[in-house]
């Protein structure tokens, strides 16, 4: 079992910036991989970002050039920095942990984008 907690969301003005963390327990976190997601009022969950344990992270396209997600094994965390917010960027982020065929979320932080 692996246990996953999210944190770092608010409320942010247009062309602002936030800061998501997501820690997640265990040993072998190098070999997680990890995704955000997020899930807007009324609509699916879509992805947002991945870092793997070997490859380049991954951008949603609505997103690419403004997010950067980023991994410090050494903390067991992975951040998502959050750069020009939109209002379309509100939603309750979620973090996903892969670790082997296994996946596990975490309970979501909201993220709000309003003037």
């Known amino acids: 079992q692996v246990q996953v907690v999210e944190s770092g969301g608010g409320l942010a003005q247009p062309g602002g910036s936030l800061r998501l963390s997501c820690e997640a327990s265990?040993?072998?976190?190098?070999?997680?991989?990890l995704t955000w997601y997020r899930q807007a009022p009324g609509k699916e969950r879509e992805w947002v970002a991945i870092s793997t344990n070997s490859g380049s992270p991954d951008y949603a396209a609505s997103v690419n050039g403004r997010f950067t997600i980023s991994r410090d094994n050494s903390k067991n965390t992975i951040y998502l920095q959050m750069n020009n917010l939109k209002p379309e960027d509100t939603a309750v982020y979620y973090c996903?942990?892969?670790?082997?065929?296994?996946?596990?979320w975490g309970q979501g932080t909201q993220v709000t984008v309003s003037s």
């Open positions: 265990g040993s072998d976190f190098n070999t997680y991989t």
């Open positions: 996903n942990v892969q670790r082997l065929v296994q996946g596990y």
